[in-house]
């Protein structure tokens, strides 16, 4: 991932979950379901210090829909997104939610 798109996943972190972000590292996730890829990428992580909601951790990545707009999702690490791939899982379930 590039220099520009790693600083922009840092400020949206830093924008909707407050406090400062530190990049910890980027993982690859793959997520699919009865065989079809629902999602594949890099899920940036990022510890959180001084956040409104106490979250240490959080996780950012971006996603081109299919009507072509770039979006940026973010997830605080929670008892229920415990990891990047959980955090994609959520972020899933969402946007079904909102079909």
Known sequence: MSEPEA???????EAEHGGTATFVQAVPVHESHNGVTLWDGVV??????????????????????????????SAIHTPQIVGPRAAVR???????GKK
């Open 7 to 13: 600083d922009l996943l840092k400020q949206a972190v």
């Open 44 to 73: 940036h992580v990022f510890d959180l210090h001084g956040s409104d909601s106490g979250a240490f951790r959080a996780y950012a990545w971006t996603y081109t829909g299919d009507d072509g707009a770039r979006r940026v999702f």
């Open 90 to 96: 959520a972020a899933l379930v969402a946007e079904v």
